[in-house]
C-alpha cells in the first residue's frame, strides 16, 4: 500500500470540499493501493493536526483543538514523522501563501495547487521554481488552475510535448462570465441586471470587477501558454476590460454597485449592432503564430459551439496541426467547490502514479 499525506491549506470553499471527498473516497483507493490522509489541515492562522489523518468531526475538531501556526513549525512538524510522500495542497487565493513554495519543496514536499498565482508569477520567477522543482525532485501539479476540473492544462500539455504543434487556443474560460453573456444575449434584460443575476447566483467574486476586468481570464490564458514553454508574461496579455475607467478598482466596490447601470448603454449598443444568428462572447485567445495573447469581446455564430453555449459551461477550443481547421473542444462545468475539488483529488491520483517509480 502506498500511502501519501496530505497537508491541506485553505479550507474554504475548495478546501471543505476537498477534504469531505478524500474522506469519502477511501475505498476507491485503498482499491488503486493507495492509502490518503489529510494529518493538517490550515486556514490563515489556524492548523489542526490528527497524524491518522482527519475524520467526519474535522470541522468541529478544528474550531475546538486548532492552534496558532508558522509554515516554519509545520514544515520542522511534518520532518519529525517518517512520511514518505508528503503534499502540501494549496486551496487558498493567496499569493503570500505561495512565497512557501520552495521552502516546502526543498523540505520534502510535492505541491498541488487549485491556487493560480504561482504560474501567472513574473517569468524568471515561474522558471526559477521549475528548477527548484527539478533539483529537489518534487512534483507540482495544478489542473484545476484553468477549467476547475475540466482536463484542459493536462491536454495542452499532452498534445505539446508529444510534438503536436498547437496554433491557437480560444474559449470562454470562465464560469461566471460565461453566464453573464449567455444570458445577456438570450434574454431581454439590461446588461447590470444580468451580473446582478451571476452575483445573486454565486457566479462571480464579491466584487464583480475581479470577472470583469477580464484579469482571471488573462491569467489563464498565460497559464496555458506557458504550457507550450511561450515565455510570456500577464503585461504581454491584451485585455478588453469591462469596466469604464471612471469605475475601476481604484473606486470602491460600493461605487461600483451603485453605478453599475452606466455600463447598460454601452452593451445595449452592442447588443443592437448583432445580427440574428449572433451572440456576444468575452473570450481569451492565443495564436501561437502571430504571437498574440488577448482578453476580448467577440460576435460568435449561434450555430459555432462558443455560440451555443449555455448555462455557466466553460468551453476550450484547441487548434493543431493534426486536428486541422476543427478543433479540439472541451466544455463543462469550469467553476464550482465540487468539480474543483474533484480536479485536486485527481492531480492527488496523478501524483501517486508518477511517484510510483522513482521516489
Ligand atoms: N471555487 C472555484 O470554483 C475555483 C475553481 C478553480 C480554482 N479555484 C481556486 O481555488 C482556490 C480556493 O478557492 P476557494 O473558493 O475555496 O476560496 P475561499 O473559499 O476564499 O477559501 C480560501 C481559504 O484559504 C485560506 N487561506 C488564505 N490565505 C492563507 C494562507 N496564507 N495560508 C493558509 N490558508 C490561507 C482561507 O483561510 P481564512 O479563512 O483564514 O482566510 C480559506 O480557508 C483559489 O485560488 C481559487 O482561485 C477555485
Not at 529537489?136 to 508529444?162: C, D, M, R, W
Request: aromatic share 8%; charged share 25%.
Amino acid at each position: 500500500m502506498k500511502k501519501i499525506q496530505l497537508i491541506l491549506f485553505g479550507i474554504g470553499n475548495v478546501g471543505s470540499t476537498f477534504i469531505n471527498q478524500i474522506i469519502q473516497a477511501q475505498k476507491v483507493f485503498q482499491q488503486q493501493g493507495l492509502e490518503i490522509e489529510i494529518p493538517i489541515i490550515l486556514n490563515s492562522s489556524t492548523a489542526f493536526i490528527k497524524d491518522e489523518g482527519v475524520d467526519e468531526n474535522w470541522k468541529a475538531n478544528f474550531v475546538d483543538f486548532g492552534l496558532p501556526y508558522q509554515v516554519e513549525e509545520i514544515i520542522d512538524y511534518v520532518k519529525t514523522k517518517n512520511w514518505q510522500h508528503i503534499v502540501a495542497i494549496d486551496a487558498t487565493a493567496s499569493s503570500e501563501f505561495v512565497n512557501n513554495y520552495t521552502n516546502l519543496v526543498e523540505n520534502g514536499f510535492h505541491i498541488i495547487a487549485a491556487n493560480k498565482v504561482a504560474n501567472t508569477l513574473a517569468y524568471d520567477d515561474y522558471e526559477f521554481f521549475r528548477e527548484i522543482l527539478k533539483e529537489n525532485k518534487k512534483q507540482f501539479l495544478y489542473e484545476t488552475n484553468v477549467g476547475a476540473g475540466l482536463p484542459v492544462v493536462e491536454t495542452i500539455k499532452n498534445l505539446h510535448q508529444s510534438g503536436e504543434k498547437v496554433t491557437k487556443i480560444r474559449g470562454v474560460f470562465s464560469g461566471s462570465l460565461s453566464y453573464i453573456f449567455n444570458t445577456f444575449s438570450e434574454e431581454n434584460k439590461n446588461f447590470s441586471d444580468v451580473v446582478a443575476l451571476a452575483e445573486a447566483k454565486g457566479f462571480t467574486e464579491p466584487d464583480p470587477r475581479v470577472d470583469l476586468s477580464g484579469t482571471d481570464v488573462a491569467r489563464k490564458l498565460l497559464i496555458l501558454a506557458r504550457e507550450l514553454q511561450l515565455t510570456y508574461n500577464l503585461e504581454d496579455v491584451k485585455v478588453k476590460s469591462l469596466v469604464p475607467a471612471h469605475l475601476a478598482e481604484t473606486t470602491s466596490v460600493t461605487t461600483f454597485q451603485e453605478n453599475i447601470t452606466d455600463l447598460d448603454e454601452e452593451f445595449q449598443l452592442l447588443k443592437a449592432e448583432l445580427n440574428e444568428n449572433e451572440v456576444l462572447r468575452y473570450i481569451g485567445e492565443l495564436d501561437v503564430e502571430k504571437e498574440i495573447l488577448e482578453v476580448k469581446l467577440v460576435k460568435e455564430q449561434k450555430e459555432n459551439p462558443l455560440g451555443a453555449l449555455q448555462g455557466a459551461d466553460s468551453l476550450f477550443e484547441i487548434y493543431t496541426e493534426s486536428y486541422g481547421n476543427q478543433p479540439l473542444v472541451i466544455q463543462g462545468a469550469g467553476a464550482g467547490a465540487a468539480v474543483t475539488a474533484r480536479g485536486v483529488v485527481s492531480d492527488v491520483i496523478k501524483l501517486a502514479e508518477r511517484i510510483d517509480c522513482c521516489n
